[in-house]
């Protein structure tokens, strides 16, 4: 499902937008009346789709090797309705999301470096490392929960 870093990225996109759906309507529904549980699930799970975004935009800011403006760029679109969608148009035209998973070595000197190893040999564990996001999107998840919503109650 995940074979190239581009078709992941599409997926988390997508993904938030559909969840800015959710929370949007949410909030309409409680504005006329429906019950404010509603606003909560949907928070929720926009909560941890919007997390899982961020922490796959920065695993592909280090795969990909963009700047940090690209990478900033890219996590700030999050937080604006929808602006997923465009900002993994502009990614995949520009071709910051081209090529596969770097798996194997190359003569690029930036091969070497301590967090390019790293990353291939979670790669290679696919499974690791989509545990490994998941857990830090869970603590983190669970941290904010405990700190509350933006604006208190």
């Known amino acids: 499902m995940f074979r190239s ?20 309507s949410a909030l309409i529904a409680r504005a006329v009346g429906q019950p404010a549980v509603l606003v909560t699930i949907a928070g929720g799970v926009h909560g941890f789709v919007f997390l899982a975004y961020g922490a796959t935009a920065v695993l592909l800011a280090f795969h990909q090797r963009w ?3 690209v990478a900033a760029l890219t996590i700030a679109s999050a937080i604006v309705p929808y602006a997923t969608i465009p900002a ?3 990614l995949h035209r520009s ?23 790293t990353m291939r040999w979670f ?6 490392l989509a545990l490994l996001i998941l857990a830090a999107v869970a603590v983190i998840f669970s941290i904010l929960l405990i700190v509350g919503p933006p604006g208190g109650r």
């Open 5 to 24: 870093p581009a078709r992941l990225f599409r997926v988390l996109a997508i993904a938030e937008a559909i969840t800015w759906t959710l929370l949007i």
């Open 67 to 69: 700047h940090a403006g």
């Open 88 to 90: 993994e148009i502009w």
């Open 95 to 117: 071709g910051r999301l081209a090529g596969q998973w770097r798996l194997t070595e190359t003569d690029d000197p930036r091969d070497r470096i301590w967090y390019d190893r």
């Open 123 to 128: 790669l290679h564990r696919p499974w690791v």
